[in-house]
């Protein structure tokens, strides 16, 4: 919802999340705790938090934080199990979402996670624009590699990789997980796919392939990222992930019944 300019009142994200824990997903992301002036939309996020209801849902909530004041709100709330940080390898996206350089931005990712420890949560670090980035900024498995080993250094175990604008390649998403599953085994390696509606089977193959077992999805694929460029990249289609992995004839354990009326929902909801 985040990239949606037109607010969307609290009362649909609060229907959409309700609905959307009826289906049986490992996590849910349901909000930010970010600048209201830089994205407006996620400004009610604590109101949603407060009256979305958990009864009867095995799913854990997670949200998105910039700094640090963003993970102490986060906290405060018991239902939220995963904080999620974007910490990019390009140092101009980096500061233009987080308004910090990669190397100051660490010293945040080590000033949440003790935050998180505190509370009892646990922190997923979004390496962006792991796959490339539209500024010209230097990229490579390498680059990727040595921001990868800091954190590592710092104890961080949920990695997801971030294709923020929709470039990785089926050679390249193959290489990253073949290569960095191998040399960081204690970390648990998620994918973050955008895509185009023609492009979203060999962002996911490759991955599952080489050892991903978490992938993040919005129905329809609606949305992207605000703060990445001016033309929005659409998220991976959970519904071409659930297509996926049943043709693959993984368990996903999800209630078809409840997916389709969740997808209702989002038609409902959501611009478009």
Same mark, same amino acid.
């Given at each position: 919802?985040? #990239? @949606? ?11 959409? @999340? ?5 289906? #049986?997903?490992?996590?849910? !992301? ?14 009610? *996020?604590?109101?949603? /938090?407060?009256?979305?209801? /958990?009864?009867?849902? +095995? ?19 018991? &239902?939220?199990?995963? /904080?999620?940080?974007?910490?990019? @390898? ?8 987080? &308004? ?23 922190? =997923? ?6 796959? #490339? &980035?539209?500024?010209? !900024?230097?990229?490579?498995?390498? =680059? ?27 050679? =390249? ?18 994918? +973050?796919?955008? *895509? ?9 193959? $490759?991955?599952?392939?080489? #050892? ?19 033309? /929005?990249?659409? &998220?991976? $289609? ?30 409902? =909801?959501?611009? +478009?």
């Amino acid at each position: 919802m985040q #990239g @949606i300019h037109q607010f969307i009142p609290t009362a649909d994200k609060v229907r959409y @999340i309700n609905a959307l824990l009826k289906v #049986g997903f490992h996590t849910l !992301d349901c909000g930010s705790f970010v600048s209201p002036r830089y994205i407006p939309q996620m400004q009610d *996020t604590a109101k949603v /938090l407060n009256e979305i209801d /958990l009864t009867g849902s +095995h799913s854990k909530l997670s949200v998105i934080v910039a700094n640090v004041r963003g993970a102490e709100e986060a906290c405060q709330h018991e &239902n939220v199990t995963y /904080l999620g940080f974007p910490f990019s @390898i390009s140092e101009t996206f980096q500061l233009r979402n987080t &308004n910090a350089t990669i190397e100051q931005s660490l010293h945040t990712v080590e000033a949440i996670k003790a935050t998180c420890e505190k509370a009892g949560k646990q922190l =997923v670090v979004y390496l962006s624009m792991a796959f #490339g &980035n539209p500024y010209d !900024d230097p990229w490579d498995i390498d =680059v990727a590699g040595k921001w990868i080993d800091r954190l590592s250094e710092m104890d961080i175990r949920y990695v997801s990789l971030s294709d923020t604008i929709g470039v990785a390649t089926p050679e =390249v998403i193959t290489y990253f997980f073949r290569d960095l599953t191998r040399h960081f085994p204690q970390m648990d390696f998620g994918a +973050h796919f955008h *895509t185009t509606p023609e492009t979203w089977r060999e962002k996911v193959e $490759p991955a599952y392939k080489n #050892g991903c077992n978490r992938f993040d999805g919005a129905i329809k694929g609606f949305g992207g990222c605000p703060m990445a460029k001016d033309d /929005l990249v659409g &998220n991976m $289609p959970t519904e071409r992930l659930v297509e996926y992995f049943e043709e693959q004839g993984v368990a996903t354990g999800l209630n078809r019944e409840a997916f389709f009326e969740a997808m209702q929902i989002a038609l409902e =909801v959501f611009p +478009h």
